[in-house]
């Protein structure tokens, strides 16, 4: 079946510097990828939709200017947090999903093993 | 009120019960339904797959879409202590953006 695989799997690093995570496809083309964030013991809140080649749509309430979204091919797409702090510590998770965004039946989401990511 | 309510847990049920995980939704749009199971610090895995409503069996999981009343549930027959989870309930309108209700926590002590 298909695999998404998510690097780093978790990483520290103090405030102010900025930290990229790569989501990979391994065995599909990925036209779409989601950027979630989950907190503890609480659900996934999706953050933004990845379409490869063309900007990412984010949700609201989600900063654009410190969540940057690259899908620069159909196979990876990368989040990067820009001058984190504390508060942005969290579980980042990415899912893909193979074929156009409507097409018909079910493009199931795959979800990558996710990232968490602590501020000092 | 959320889009998808779901009971956050702990659940903790015997070896070899019967579990029912339910949650329930808002939006009428909602078409694709979906159920995940996540381990702790670990990405969601997709468990059962369900489009409008009706019954979905998948050796000891079962998926029931009620849609008129806006109401899902999973069974899960025969547990087992690694059935040990968070299950996250989730739905969609064109089965790619997902909404999620909260999870709950499930424990099967042997």
């Known amino acids: 079946g298909a695999v998404v695989s998510q690097h780093p799997s978790r990483v520290i690093c103090k405030s102010g510097t900025s930290v990229k995570i790569e989501c990979r496809s391994l065995?599909?083309?990925?036209?779409?990828m989601f950027w979630y964030r989950q907190f503890p013991k609480k659900s996934l809140m999706l953050m933004a939709t990845s379409n490869e080649g063309s900007k990412a749509t984010y949700e609201q309430g989600v900063e654009k200017d410190k969540f940057l979204i690259n899908h620069a091919s159909l196979t990876l797409s990368t989040l990067t947090v820009t001058s984190a702090h504390p508060e942005d510590s969290s579980f980042y998770i990415c899912s893909a999903l193979a074929g156009g965004p409507f097409s018909s039946g079910a493009n199931v989401l795959t979800f990558g093993a996710g990232s968490r990511l602590t501020v000092l | 009120q959320k889009e998808v309510e779901q009971d956050p847990g702990p659940l903790s049920v015997p070896e070899g019960a019967i579990v029912s995980l339910n949650c329930t939704y808002s939006n009428s749009a909602f078409q694709y339904f979906m159920w995940y199971r996540q381990y702790s610090r670990k990405g969601p895995e997709l468990l059962m797959y369900t489009y409008s409503s009706g019954n979905k069996e998948d050796g000891r999981f079962t998926a029931q879409v009620d849609k008129s009343s806006k109401y899902i549930s999973l069974f899960i027959r025969d547990s087992q202590p690694s059935d040990s989870a968070t299950y996250l309930c989730?739905?969609?309108?064109?089965?790619?953006?997902?909404?999620f209700g909260a999870g709950t926590i499930l424990r099967v002590k042997s």
């Open positions: 065995d599909f083309q990925a036209t779409t």
């Open positions: 989730a739905m969609s309108k064109y089965g790619n953006k997902l909404v």
